[in-house]
């Protein structure tokens, strides 16, 4: 298995539903991130969660992070067309070393 | 502020070939890495400069592959001679050097390279 395990693979919800993607580890951290891709562009950065915490938010986003099950997930809530792309999360060992992704989420948000 | 940027976005090049991939990190931005997706696969690490020097290298999947970042700036990434496994969508990232254990990576839209 790889580092950044994420699951489902595939996601596919109604417009103004809430989306649950979630992603395993294996190895110690010292962050998480979860990073968004749309089709063909680049990976923009959502939101950052320490090994110390537990739970963070930003707008609509919530993020968890177990570090005793080496787990975390990301709730999108009140999802819209436009949440429509892959996710990803990434973790690092140290501060500003390598990311390692997982393989992402596809979430689809029909309108 | 100007985001990480890459140029080009696309390349079609025959297998044997060279290519040059630029990035121009975020000004101030001291650690550049490289990354890139293969085949759908996930993102992995190919390298990691902290300001001119190579601070690790060991995604780099073999000698065909030379990174530069002379003067700290911007960073170049050659393949040289491409194969077609090559093929995939290469980003590259900027950090500013750690601030208290906390830092984000921000990346640029990729280049997409097709080897054929």
């Known amino acids: 298995s790889q580092q950044g395990e994420e699951d489902p693979q595939a996601l596919s919800i109604q417009e103004g539903e809430n989306a649950t993607m979630n992603c395993s580890y294996k190895?110690?951290?010292?962050?998480l991130q979860w990073y968004r891709q749309n089709s063909g562009r680049g990976l923009v950065h959502l939101i950052l969660?320490?090994?110390?915490?537990r739970e963070k938010h930003s707008g609509r986003l919530r993020v968890t992070l177990d570090t005793s099950k080496k787990s975390s997930s990301l709730l999108i809530t009140a999802s819209r067309a436009a949440d429509t792309a892959s996710y990803f999360c990434?973790?690092?060992?140290?501060?500003?070393?390598?990311?390692?992704f997982g393989e992402g989420t596809q979430l689809t948000v029909n309108p | 502020e100007a985001g990480v940027t890459q140029f080009p976005s696309h390349s079609v090049i025959e297998k044997g070939q060279t290519v040059t991939l630029r990035c121009d990190p975020i000004?101030?931005?001291?650690?550049l890495y490289w990354y890139r997706r293969v085949m759908g696969k996930e993102i992995k690490f190919l390298l990691h400069?902290?300001?001119?020097?190579?601070?690790?290298e060991s995604g780099m999947p073999n000698n065909r592959f030379l990174a530069e970042r002379t003067g700290g700036t911007y960073s170049t990434l050659k393949v040289q001679p491409a194969e077609l496994e090559d093929s995939g969508v290469y980003f590259c990232?900027?950090?500013?050097?750690?601030?208290?254990?906390?830092?984000?990576?921000?990346f640029g839209p990729g280049t997409r390279l097709t080897v054929l």
């Open positions: 990232a900027s950090s500013r050097l750690g601030t208290r254990g906390k830092v984000t990576q921000y």
């Open positions: 190895t110690s951290i010292n962050n």
């Open positions: 969660i320490r090994s110390n915490e």
């Open positions: 990434a973790t690092d060992g140290t501060s500003g070393s390598r990311l390692t």
């Open positions: 000004s101030g931005h001291d650690n």
């Open positions: 400069f902290v300001k001119e020097s190579k601070q690790d």
